[in-house]
């Protein structure tokens, strides 16, 4: 055989022996794999979708892969706002899609660290505030959110700190300008914020503080709050009594028809400041008549007429603050400054209740009943409360009548609620029409 041949011949068995080659080297590279392990999984309180309790579900979910400047954390606790209760009807602005984690605060110990964290090491001890996600046995948050408790806080206690006690600081002491000899009107006084509030002004000196709660909690508040007054009397008359002249700080969680109480309540050089509107919850889904209505409600104040009294409006929205407007390395001053007065027993907090991760719709509401003192807070390692046996068939078509006649009289009156709420509105667009028409 020729060279020329030979050449040939080589150059057409080469393919074949390519082939015979990237098969032996696949078996080989097969062969050296491990099987695949599924991915871990941890348990996590879900919104399946935008309504109702029945929306709030324990689900197991994939386990959070940690990023850069991130920390991974073990949950021990979490904390119960009246934000989440917002997040779950949908009435919040930009919420994520559904499904997804809820929750905005939580303590535990952190477990890795990412790339790039120089500020925790495995095993410290913290609290965090992501935008959402906390609700679950592990939690991946940038570091900038993350905060150090001092070694002897529980992490109930931490998780019953963190959030209601930095915003209450920042409504007293950083807009409010608290000193001593002022006074201080709360709403909500019995809810987590409201005894953070009562607490931190008795660390100035010759500070009154009104406190608006329900009746049934008065006895529970008395050694807290100087002034107890009743939610939903004509509280404002009350407050004009025992001080003619008003109150320094109004601090308004509700929004709608309080925004124009409380500035009408404030002293000259008063600060009334927002930080919430929890009465666009009016039932367990989403009402467009109770933000229309709170929207209504609110009076349209001009700057000449803060000039001419000398009054100030101010507001807080803390997940604004945090994770839209760069506020987190103020939020962490603010959080060192919080646990410093632990430290020096000058604050407590208030836990009223402990739940387990699948009791949250309870816990959630317990709060929109208004019937907490103090904070809720959630416990991943605690047992669930055991459930009521399912009845026989003939008596679950008894039940399933009482229910379905239980949804049809809940039905009526959400339906009742909204047309009072369109009247309202109604009421208030002919007020506000009469009103320009008279000053006209």
């Known amino acids: 055989m020729s060279e020329q041949q030979e050449s040939k011949a080589a150059e057409e068995k080469a393919p074949e022996k390519r082939k015979q080659q990237e098969a032996s080297a696949e078996e080989n590279e097969a062969a050296d794999k491990t099987p695949e392990q599924p991915p871990k999984e941890m348990r996590a309180v879900v919104l399946t979708g935008f309504g109702g309790l029945k929306s709030v579900k324990v689900l197991k979910k994939p386990e959070p892969t940690l990023g850069e400047g991130e920390v991974l954390i073990r949950v021990k606790a979490c904390g119960l706002n009246f934000q989440d209760l917002m997040v779950r009807q949908g009435a919040i602005d930009s919420p994520p899609k559904t499904p997804f984690i809820l929750g905005f605060e939580c303590a535990g110990e952190v477990d890795d660290i990412g790339e790039g964290v120089t500020d925790f090491k495995v095993g410290d001890r913290v609290v965090a505030l992501p935008e959402y996600r906390a609700w679950a046995e592990l939690l991946a948050v940038p570091s900038r959110y993350v905060y150090p408790i001092p070694a002897d806080l529980s992490y109930l206690d931490a998780a019953a700190i963190a959030m209601n006690y930095l915003v209450a600081y920042i409504l007293l002491f950083e807009l409010g300008g608290l000193a001593p000899g002022k006074s201080v009107l709360v709403h909500s006084a019995g809810g ?184 809720i807070v959630l416990d991943p390692e605690m047992e669930p409360k055991p459930k009521p046996a399912t009845p026989a068939k003939g008596k679950a078509k008894g039940g399933d009548k009482e229910d379905k006649k239980k949804d049809e009289e809940k039905k009526e009156e959400e339906k009742k609620e909204e047309e009072n709420a369109v009247n309202d509105t109604e009421q208030a667009t002919a007020e506000t029409k009469e009103e320009k028409n008279n000053s006209s």
């Open 192 to 375: 987590g914020v409201g005894q953070a509030v009562a607490q931190l002004s008795k660390t100035v000196s010759d500070v009154t503080v009104f406190g608006v709660a329900s009746k049934s909690k008065h006895e529970a508040l008395k050694a807290s709050i100087d002034h107890l007054l009743e939610r939903g009397s004509d509280y404002a008359s009350e407050v004009r009594k025992l001080s003619p002249e008003g109150v320094d700080i109004f601090l308004d969680c509700l929004c709608g028809e309080e925004c124009n109480r409380g500035y009408s309540l404030l002293k000259p050089m008063g600060k009334y400041i927002l930080y919430g509107s929890s009465n666009v919850v009016t039932g367990e889904t989403k009402s467009f008549f109770s933000v229309a209505r709170s929207w209504w409600q609110v009076d349209k104040v001009s700057p000449i007429k803060l000039f001419d009294e000398n009054k100030t409006l101010s507001g807080l929205n803390l997940r604004h603050l945090l994770y839209q407007q760069n506020g987190a390395p103020y939020a962490k001053r603010i959080m060192e400054s919080v646990f410093a007065l632990w430290k020096d027993g000058k604050i407590k907090p208030v836990v009223d209740s402990t739940w387990a991760l699948e009791d949250v719709p309870e816990a959630m509401q317990k709060m929109h009943d208004r019937k907490n003192i103090g904070k």
